[in-house]
């Protein structure tokens, strides 16, 4: 359904169009970020047309339409101090056209496989600090692989019980949710492609950074390297701490609901609240008539 590729000159006015009305769309929401009196102006055409030739810029289309867009640069020191130190990707004027839902999403994904696919070990995202909206949807991804990572590692940790690791990595694929097959698939083809390092593993914790994922996959390594006759003590520590993240999982779960039904609670009682004061409020101007 859409196509995202490089930028071509045809591409860019359209694009621009999807800037400004991104940023009057900022504005009517009352959201803190691009501000649509400087923004187009300061990022214009022209703009556009010089880091189409010195960066990458994307362009998504929906068959020949342009619904979206963003830049992929090597290095952001005006932002980032440690970018000589670091290999990422920093993207920027990422938006796409009001109202086409989802297109966000497939974006970021295409975005992170790019930054996979040239080596670079982090993509790095900005916004305004006080823009809750945006800083919530960047991390949803992480949030949402943060909450998976430990129900998938228990399947795995079946699996384990009756294979060798890499065996069990290459059966789990199927059954994993969708987010982690890309990644799984690679980490087995490094694997049967002769790499017993420990470094396919870190590939893995790398393209999910979230909570443990480092120290799981870690432990999953050196339960690959474990021999028979210990292997079942090592499998007996990896399941502990797989049952330790599923408890952390079904408690940060417990208190986002928690959270939400004291939303509802305290919006009820304000709710009712307010109508209790107005009916005292007329009670008393019926007695003073009287």
Request: with cysteine; aromatic share 10%; proline share 3%.
């Amino acid at each position: 359904m859409y196509n995202i590729q490089l930028a071509k000159e045809e591409d860019l006015e359209s694009f621009h169009r999807i800037i400004i009305l991104r940023c009057k769309w900022f504005k009517d929401n009352k959201i803190n970020q691009w501000k649509i009196n400087s923004y187009p102006v300061r990022y214009d055409k022209s703009y556009f047309e010089k880091q189409m030739i010195d960066n990458k810029l994307f362009i998504a289309k929906k068959g020949n339409d342009v619904v979206g867009g963003f830049l992929l640069i090597d290095d952001d020191p005006n932002y980032w101090s440690d970018c000589d130190k670091v290999k990422a990707y920093y993207l920027h004027h990422f938006a796409s056209k009001v109202g086409e839902k989802g297109i966000g999403k497939i974006m970021i994904n295409f975005a992170l496989e790019e930054a996979k696919k040239n080596n670079k070990e982090y993509l790095r995202l900005d916004c305004v600090s006080d823009n809750e909206k945006l800083n919530n949807y960047y991390k949803a991804n992480l949030e949402k692989i943060n909450q998976m990572l430990p129900y998938y590692l228990k399947g795995l940790e079946i699996l384990i019980q009756h294979y060798t690791v890499p065996v069990a990595l290459r059966k789990s694929v199927d059954t994993a949710p969708d987010v982690f097959k890309p990644g799984l698939k690679r980490l087995c083809e490094k694997i049967e492609a002769g790499d017993s390092s420990v470094e396919p593993y870190m590939d893995f914790a790398r393209e999910y950074p979230v909570r443990d994922s480092m120290r799981m996959m870690r432990l999953l390594y050196r339960l690959g390297l474990g021999s028979q006759e210990n292997k079942q003590e090592q499998l007996i520590m990896f399941a502990k701490n797989v049952s330790t993240l599923q408890n952390k999982a079904r408690e940060q779960k417990y208190q986002e609901r928690l959270d939400r039904m004291e939303k509802k609670t305290m919006s009820m009682l304000m709710t009712t609240g307010g109508g209790i004061l107005l009916l005292l409020l007329a009670s008393m101007m019926q007695m003073m008539n009287l």
